[in-house]
């Protein structure tokens, strides 16, 4: 693999929710800097996938619950970085939805060190029993609707969606995670922000 990059991203529901990628994220994402993309579902459209195809080759895909005409992709994959297990999956069989002991369970049934799972639209990223669980939000900001609502005050509108995705760097048993969001503030300007998570298997202090 040309780089240990590996691209997080999933729920990007285009053109359904979300005309395409937004530029500034596209400026960011370009060939031969990835050397992997874990595609965690609601991809829905063959455009994006060609353009996906185009900055690593290397392009895993599960199925998200919209994905309805990929009647054939697996619900669940996992990958092997340096001495991390790295499993992925959409989420929405995940039941409660989200539930963190719900995905610890899932994670031990994968036998995996790290999951990553979509469906909210959110980005989250946390520790739990010696697993590292992240969700890297939509891609595209696009509205989620349904389940991943499910815990808003009823009669809620749900809020616009922050656009974000994931680039993983592993080595040996160290996996740092860079978040990038897109912010847009009161005047319409929008900015790429980033941050920096770190874990480590069986503990310790990661870099």
């Known amino acids: 693999m040309s780089s240990r990059l590996v691209l997080v991203l999933g729920d990007l529901f285009i053109p359904d929710r ?10 960011l994402l370009t060939p031969n800097k990835i050397g992997q993309i874990l595609c965690l579902g609601n991809l ?15 392009l895993q895909i599960v199925k998200g619950d919209f994905d309805v005409d990929a009647p054939n992709l697996a619900l669940s994959k996992v990958v092997t970085h340096g001495s991390l297990r790295i499993g992925f999956t ?41 697993k590292f669980f992240v969700n890297p939000g939509s891609a595209t900001g696009a509205v989620s609707w349904g389940w991943c609502q499910a815990e808003e005050s009823e009669g809620e509108i749900s809020q616009t969606e922050v656009p974000s995705f994931c680039l993983m760097d592993v080595q040996g048993d ?20 980033v941050e920096k998570v770190s ?3 069986n503990g310790g202090t990661a870099p």
């Open 174 to 193: 160290v996996l740092v995670l860079y978040v990038y969001q897109l912010r847009t503030d009161t005047n319409g300007v929008e900015t790429v922000g």
């Open 90 to 130: 959409h989420g929405h069989n995940i039941i409660p939805p989200g539930d963190s002991d719900s995905l610890l369970i899932a994670a031990r049934q994968m036998d995996v060190d790290v999951l990553l799972w979509g469906g909210t639209h959110r980005f989250e990223a946390y520790e739990l029993e010696g």
């Open 199 to 201: 874990f480590r298997k």
């Open 44 to 58: 829905t459209d063959g455009k994006t996938y060609d353009f996906l195809r185009s900055i690593a080759p290397d």
């Open 18 to 27: 979300a005309p395409d990628i937004p530029t500034k994220f596209k400026k």
